[in-house]
Structure formats: structure tokens, C-alpha cells
């Protein structure tokens, strides 16, 4: 079956340092890739997503890359705030619509 | 418009008493899909719907769970004879179409005691 392997956490870094958060897969045929975001008292949001092979999804500074000969899906940010401190979580969903999770990340910043 | 909405935010039971959690997607999102999250885990999928129709269940943990969307809108989770293994945050989210982004509601957590 699918299933979706995150660095664990918790991973606790200074303002402005760079940010990496591993991610690899398993799936049957060629699944969409996804990081989302959950910020303390809030709900799961769409942070980035990759399609296809060599993809780069970005959004607010946060960037991923789609490799399929290392089935990898690595989240990077080269400068965090402290507003960056939240869970993340690696997804990957088939044309059958459900999504395989990651168990998180926690991201503490410190200023 | 309005996002995901899920009621109760909420929810105590005490062990063997039945629960139903709702959700109200996005207007006009044929897509529904349920998810279980434990705590310090990710989510993890239950069961999705396309309209009306019930396409995939394979994540129901027993036959204890049972999900319905008989309009093809609004749907009810309802976990019958609560165990303790059944608390955790139960996320609701919905999509325009299975192949779409995949918005999620705030989560219901449900704690049995």
C-alpha cells in the first residue's frame, strides 16, 4: 500500500536559519505530492503541492521538489520566522482521491 | 464563501454510547472524504463520497463506524458503542472533484471515557 515517511520531529531552529524537513514515499503508480500546514488551534491548510516528476511546488518562501528516482518530497525554507512554527505534513494522494499522510513535524521557532 | 465546517468542535462520550459528527462542505464540492487523526499522528483516510454515493470504505476501522451523505451535501460520521480507542480529532474535508485540492474543516475531537 501508500504510504508517506517524515523526518521526525521535534525540530527546533533560530529566526533566519534554514529549514529542512525530510520526506519520502511509497505508492503504486504516479501519486500527487503535498505539504500541508497546521498552525497551533487552526485546521490542515494546502501549503504546497507537486504533480509530476520534477515538479517544484512553492509558496511563502517554503519550496519541494518532486523526485521520483528517490521517491523524496523534501520541504525547504531558507530563512524561518517565528510565525513558521507549526506541524507539517507530508501527503501524496492517487487518482483515487484519498491522501496518505506523513505523522508530522513540529517546527518550533525561536527568535 | 464559507470553508469546511465541522459540529461538534467537541465531543465527550462516555464508552458504549453512539456519536454523530457532521459536516458541511464547500457549496457545490462533489468530494467528501472523512479522516481519523490520533494524537501525535497524521490523518488517516476512512471513507470518501462522490455526491450522494459512498465510493470507498475501506478505512472504517469496524462496523461500528458508519458514514452517510444521503444529498450529497451535508454528512454525518456516526460511531456506534464508543471504546476508548475511538478518541481522536475526526477531520472532515471536501474537493470540487476527487482529483482537486482537498479543503479540510477545523476537526472534531472526540474523547471517550
Known amino acids: 500500500g501508500n504510504s508517506v515517511t517524515q523526518m521526525e520531529g521535534p525540530v527546533t531552529l533560530s529566526e533566519e536559519a534554514f529549514l529542512t524537513i525530510n520526506c519520502t514515499y511509497t505508492?503504486?503508480?504516479?501519486?500527487?505530492l503535498f505539504w500541508y500546514v497546521q498552525y497551533p488551534g487552526e485546521g490542515l491548510q494546502l501549503l504546497l503541492k507537486?504533480?509530476?516528476?520534477?515538479d517544484k511546488g512553492s509558496n511563502k518562501g517554503f519550496e519541494a521538489t518532486y523526485r521520483k528516482e528517490t521517491t523524496s518530497f523534501h520541504l525547504e525554507k531558507g530563512s524561518v520566522q517565528v510565525s513558521d512554527s507549526a506541524v507539517y505534513f507530508c501527503a501524496l494522494r492517487t487518482n483515487a482521491g484519498k491522501s496518505t499522510f506523513g505523522d508530522g513535524t513540529t517546527l518550533t521557532v525561536k527568535p | 464563501g464559507a470553508g469546511v465546517s465541522q459540529s461538534p468542535r467537541y465531543k465527550v462520550a462516555k464508552r458504549g454510547q453512539d456519536v454523530a459528527l457532521r459536516c458541511d462542505p464547500i457549496?457545490?464540492?462533489?468530494?467528501l472524504f472523512w479522516y481519523q487523526q490520533a494524537l501525535g499522528q497524521g490523518p488517516e483516510f476512512l471513507t470518501y463520497f462522490q455526491n450522494e454515493a459512498q465510493l470507498d470504505k475501506s478505512g472504517l476501522p469496524s462496523d461500528r463506524f458508519f458514514a452517510e451523505r444521503p444529498e450529497g451535501s451535508v454528512s454525518t460520521l456516526k460511531i456506534q458503542r464508543t471504546q476508548q480507542e475511538d478518541s481522536a480529532v475526526y477531520l472532515c474535508?471536501?474537493?470540487?472533484?476527487?482529483?482537486?485540492?482537498?479543503?479540510f474543516g477545523p476537526g472534531t475531537r472526540l474523547t471517550v471515557t
Open positions: 457549496s457545490g464540492h462533489v468530494s
Open positions: 505508492a503504486t503508480g504516479y501519486p500527487s
Open positions: 507537486a504533480t509530476k516528476a520534477d
Open positions: 474535508a471536501s474537493s470540487r472533484d476527487s482529483t482537486y485540492e482537498q479543503y
